[in-house]
């Protein structure tokens, strides 16, 4: 037997249904905030993910998927979604002439050769939201309410906003200036990947999570008195914002992200339980333009949906199975009472009513059985006897009351009881 790759799963059984209901509801608040679906390629060219997400980063040094294809090109399986939509935007010129915001979202799988335990895949699937040419903090609010609206509407409670402002590239300089200074003294003191990120990547020190309660990151330099007199202005209306949005939100001076593209706002979705992220995104002012675009500013976040499913399983009912049942079940035996039935159905589901028929030879009791594990609401119970005078046999599965039916008013008198 072959079995699947380490650190992937197959989306199967209750997975699979809360996935859709996920993405359904993704899909639905994107309608609403006016973001456009974008696709970009599984794979890119290596050297697009080096540009972005930055050489010194985790994700490029240690987790990405990286291959020659058999044209001898540097090919790498996507990490994130963020250096692709760039990509395409500067490409294809999306920018036109507008001077509104450009409002893009995704879902997709994404590659990371990581460690695999709980919540964390090699192949994982993320939605995301880019918003281009705004630097308003309009759509740095509405982005971080927007994630926080559809993990509340998923259902999802136990879970914290944080934010934080890195600055502008001058102000952040600076801090590191001043974090390089201050840890000078201590490096010995660190762990051995901080060590190395203290020349390449020192704001990454901020979380580690080896040396997280350490008295020396507990005393760091607050990066707040770092920050420019226009981003400390912006970051204190964005905080109002928030307020106003009903937005529970906190304030993480230590929170800088993985990627090396950030600036200004940074923020994460993260659950009260395990220290695990659902999500997490910032502003990327310049990346367009160091990608060889026009100066636009973004900002944008990804969220792990395989994580939400793992959240929404945790709150989620033991028997629970509402997503996926149906409202009618409709019940034959003889050809005649499924010809019937197969016609009966096809008017139902055209309705948009969910149905399902006997789709195997089972005897009336096995298909009683299945009508019950789908929870039907109404069972149509098709006889010869009622077909030949053209009514229909309804059964409601709840209080178990029958009532025959006429067949030409059955689609009117289902939509009316269900
Ligand atoms: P990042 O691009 O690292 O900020 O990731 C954004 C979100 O994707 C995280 O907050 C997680 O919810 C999710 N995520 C990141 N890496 C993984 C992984 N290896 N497995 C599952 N979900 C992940």
């Not at 050769?113 to 880019?130: N, S």
């Not at 029958?402 to 009117?412: P, S």
């Amino acid at each position: 037997m072959i079995n699947k790759p380490k650190g992937t799963y197959d989306l199967i059984g209750l997975d699979s249904k809360l996935y859709q209901y996920i993405c359904n509801t993704i899909d639905n608040y994107m309608v609403n905030y006016h973001y456009d679906f974008i696709r970009t390629p599984v794979f890119e060219a290596t050297e697009l993910f080096h540009r972005t997400v930055g050489d010194n980063t985790d994700i490029v040094t240690k987790e990405t998927y990286d291959f020659i294809d058999r044209g001898e090109r540097k090919i790498t399986l996507r990490p994130e979604g963020t250096a692709g939509v760039v990509r395409s935007v500067i490409e294809n010129k999306l920018y036109g002439n507008r001077n509104d915001a450009l409002k893009y979202y995704y879902i997709g799988t994404m590659y990371r050769y990581e460690r695999p335990q709980a919540g964390r895949y090699r192949e994982l699937t993320q939605f995301g939201v880019e918003v281009f040419n705004s630097s308003s903090i309009i759509i740095d609010a509405e982005v971080i309410s927007m994630g926080y609206n559809i993990l509340k509407d998923l259902g999802i409670d136990n879970f914290t906003v944080k934010i934080n402002c890195l600055g502008d590239s001058l102000s952040r300089n600076n801090y590191i200036k001043a974090l390089k200074d201050y840890l000078k003294p201590h490096i010995n003191e660190l762990c051995e990947d901080c060590q190395k990120r203290y020349e390449t990547n020192p704001l990454r020190i901020l979380d580690c999570k080896i040396d997280k309660d350490s008295l020396i990151l507990k005393n760091i330099p607050n990066i707040t008195l770092y920050l420019s007199k226009d981003s400390l202005e912006k970051f204190n209306k964005l905080k109002e914002l928030l307020t106003l949005l009903d937005i529970d939100y906190e304030i993480d001076n230590k929170l800088v992200r993985g990627l090396d593209y950030y600036d200004d706002v940074v923020w994460e979705y993260t659950t009260d339980s395990e220290n695990l992220a659902l999500g997490g995104g910032g502003r990327y002012n310049n990346l367009v333009s160091n990608l060889g675009g026009p100066n636009l500013p973004a900002i944008g976040f990804g969220m792990g949906i395989d994580r939400i499913i793992l959240e929404l399983k945790k709150i989620l009912p033991q028997e629970n199975n509402i997503i996926g049942n149906i409202d009618v079940y409709i019940m034959c035996v003889s050809l005649e009472e499924k010809m019937h039935g197969v016609k009966i159905a096809q008017d139902l589901r055209l309705n948009n009513i969910i149905t399902e028929i006997n789709n195997n030879d089972l005897s009336l009791k096995a298909q009683f059985k299945i009508a019950d594990i789908l929870k039907a609401k109404l069972l149509l119970i098709l006889n010869n006897d009622d077909l030949a005078k053209g009514l229909i046999n309804v059964k409601d599965n709840v209080t178990k009351e029958e009532i025959k039916i006429d067949e030409k008013e059955i689609v009117d008198y289902i939509l009316g009881n269900l």
